[in-house]
């Protein structure tokens, strides 16, 4: 087992160029209102923990990006946080719609969310060109679809060598990345396990990042081959939020809580039960109570 570490107190450590930092500090300093958001993580580590932060801390006019905006974007837009939303799939898993994200587009409310929809592909490929730098990204995809007609920021190229006919968007370069991973040591660097969406490429392409963590340890100590390094000097700020990706699930932690994706569709489907809910469970809480549910869930799973 990797060694536990006690993390620093409210003075922050700067080791390398990541910090570790509370979540309320974290967000205080990373996300700023206007910016561009992506908070990824593909069917597990969701950042539940920190986009209820960012709510508590009113942040306004946000474009979200995430590839499957699922409750935790539902919130967000709910609670008049965002203007717009960049993504490839949305609903509720397993459920249906996302209530909140449907008022928003049909009736504006809270406030009108513009949206722009891509594919998975497409999303995926304009992470990486946004890790690597590139303005586009150029792939093959598109071919027999309508989104192309509804969405004009997807172009078609033509290959200066071959002559193929290729699809092309913008790379996508957020202000922000948001992410829940495994473990952070000491030093800064941050280990993710598991399926691994596009959360290295999503830091990798921001300008700022924060990572909330189960667990601060000496070292990583034995991992899976798939496991991902972000090393300290690609990481802005750690926080360490055991439960922060509750009700998803974290691979070696906890388990999805099903039940929670379930009853979301009945709360979410009226404004003032919606209102009502958010108030009591993230208004009026902190980060702590996600330790709480993460054990809950642990414990019910066994």
Not at 30 to 45: K, N, Q
Not at 125 to 147: K, M, Q, T
């Amino acid at each position: 087992m990797a060694r536990k570490y006690a993390p620093p107190s409210s003075n922050p450590e700067r080791l390398g160029m990541s910090r570790f930092l509370s979540l309320a500090e974290a967000v205080e300093l990373t996300v700023r209102d206007g910016d561009a958001v992506a908070m990824e993580g593909f069917t597990h580590l969701i950042p539940h923990a920190a986009a209820h932060e960012v709510i508590r801390q009113r942040r306004k006019r946000l474009t979200l990006i995430r590839m499957t905006p699922d409750l935790v974007y539902d919130q967000l837009v709910g609670m008049g946080c965002a203007e717009k939303m960049i993504f490839s799939w949305t609903g509720n898993p397993g459920v249906g719609s996302l209530h909140r994200v449907r008022d928003a587009i049909e009736n504006g409310w809270p406030q009108p969310l513009a949206f722009e929809e891509h594919s998975h592909s497409a999303m995926a490929n304009a992470y990486e060109a946004g890790a690597s730098g590139l303005p586009c990204a150029i792939f093959r995809g598109y071919v027999g679809v309508d989104l192309p007609k509804v969405n004009p920021n997807i172009k078609r190229v033509t290959c200066p060598f071959t002559g193929e006919q290729l699809a092309a968007i913008p790379a996508i370069r957020p202000d922000v990345a948001i992410i829940h991973a495994q473990r952070a040591d000491r030093a800064g660097n941050v280990m993710i396990e598991g399926i691994l969406g596009v959360q290295k490429e999503a830091v990798l392409a921001a300008k700022r990042s924060i990572v909330t963590v189960e667990e601060i340890v000496e070292d990583f100590g034995p991992r899976s081959p798939n496991a991902v390094i972000l090393p300290a000097w690609t990481v802005g700020a750690i926080a360490h939020v055991s439960g922060g990706a509750y009700p998803s699930y974290a691979f070696g932690y906890y388990k999805r809580d099903n039940a929670y994706y379930k009853v979301w569709d009945t709360i979410s489907r009226e404004r003032e039960s919606f209102l009502a809910w958010m108030k009591t469970n993230v208004i009026d809480e902190g980060p702590g109570v996600f330790a709480m549910h993460a054990r809950k869930n642990a414990l019910a799973a066994e």
